[in-house]
Nanobody, 120 residues
């Protein structure tokens, strides 16, 4: 149906920045919400940030003021700008499209994950 391809992860020192991108493999007419989640070793997957079709955003308390989520509707892409990174931000980051409507119907889709490692 729809594949989400993430990019932008990597290794960065504490205090540095990374920008994650997530793009859909096919055309999507509308998306209710886009989000970024992360999962650290031994921990549950958690919501980092989300943005609705009306551009309403929501952030985990741990990233407020440091991370910014944005979207490009025309390109079916969502971004996560991560500044002032901390070692505790180390995790695999996953993008999610919720209520994505296209010729295939409607569904919820996940990316394959991209590793973010922050060294101290």
């Amino acid at each position: 149906q729809v594949q989400l391809v993430e990019s932008g992860g990597g290794l960065v020192q504490a205090g540095g920045s990374l920008r994650l991108s997530c793009v859909a493999s096919r055309r999507i007419f509308s998306i209710n919400a886009m989000g970024w989640y992360r999962q650290a070793p031994g921990k549950q997957r958690e919501l980092v940030a989300s943005i609705t079709s009306g551009d309403s955003t929501n952030y985990a308390d741990s990233v407020k003021g440091r991370f910014t989520i944005s979207r490009d509707n025309a390109k079916n892409t969502v971004f996560l700008q991560m500044n002032s990174l901390k070692p505790e931000d180390t995790a695999i980051y996953y993008c999610n499209f919720e209520g994505a409507r296209g010729l295939y119907g409607i569904g919820n889709f996940w990316g394959q994950g991209t590793q973010v490692t922050v060294s101290s």
